[in-house]
Nanobody
């Protein structure tokens, strides 16, 4: 069974920093893309950033220059360094693993973490 376990959320003042981590486990052969989405109260889930296994990254315009994604393919782990946080960054952040293929299988599918709360106070 594949699990994505997130950590690092919390409460921080505006202008502060947080680092999120997400480790995927469960007989994983490969993961195409890993990244982060977020969902604020009353809003739809939105892309924050993704990173492919080849190192290509994609950021939402609202976080460019403030957030940095990094990935350890050997550990199936993805990180999100969030700097210069703003109150509008407050949301539940979800880890995403796209195109995950398990050992001994030919197909792949997407997986989501349970989410971690990030709250930025003004």
């Amino acid at each position: 069974q594949v699990q994505l376990v997130e950590s690092g959320g919390g409460l921080v003042q505006a202008g502060g920093s947080l680092r999120l981590s997400c480790a995927a486990s469960g007989s994983i052969f490969s993961i195409n893309a890993m990244g982060w989405y977020r969902q604020a109260p009353g809003k739809q889930r939105e892309l924050v950033t993704t990173s492919t296994s080849g190192g290509d990254t994609n950021y939402a315009s609202s976080v460019k220059g403030r957030f940095t994604i990094s990935r350890d393919n050997a550990k199936n782990t993805v990180y999100l360094q969030m700097n210069s946080l703003k109150p509008e960054d407050t949301a539940v952040y979800f880890c995403y693993a796209g195109g995950l293929r398990r050992i001994g299988t030919y197909g792949s599918r997407d997986y989501w973490g349970q989410g971690t709360q990030v709250t930025v106070s003004s």
